[in-house]
């Protein structure tokens, strides 16, 4: 089983640029798909990116598309989302989660493993 830790969050302002990490610990990490969700106070979590265990599909969110980035590097048993022209509205917390299914990647529910988040904060 998978363990994942997320890092990188942290305050920032408006128009500025963060890069989380997930790292998992695990020796089938590169059989897993993996994806970013967030959660703001009093919101459902969010679906974000995703990508898939050879890093050859991405998927966005329509509010981030353009704007974030998700890759791998399975050497490092890493994800990695580069978040650039933020906007307080990505304001969350935010988990990195992994799967070894094809489900949906947008669902949460397709996803078994989370990690315990790191919270992103932008001001204005």
């Known amino acids: 089983q998978v363990q994942l830790v997320e890092s990188g969050g942290g305050l920032v302002q408006a128009g500025g640029s963060l890069r989380l990490s997930c790292a998992a610990s695990?020796?089938?990490?590169?059989?897993?798909?993996m994806g970013w969700f967030r959660q703001a106070p009093g919101k459902e979590r969010e679906f974000v990116a995703a990508i898939r265990w050879s890093g050859g599909s991405r998927y966005y969110a329509n509010s981030v598309k353009g704007r974030f980035t998700i890759s791998r590097d399975n050497a490092k048993n890493t994800v990695y989302l580069q978040m650039n022209s933020l906007k307080p509205e990505d304001t969350a917390v935010y988990y990195c989660?992994?799967?070894?299914?094809?489900?949906?990647?947008?669902?949460?529910?397709?996803?078994?493993?989370w990690g315990q988040g790191t919270q992103v904060t932008v001001s204005s």
């Open positions: 695990g020796r089938t990490f590169s059989s897993y798909a």
């Open positions: 989660a992994g799967t070894r299914t094809s489900a949906a990647h947008f669902l949460a529910s397709s996803y078994d493993v």
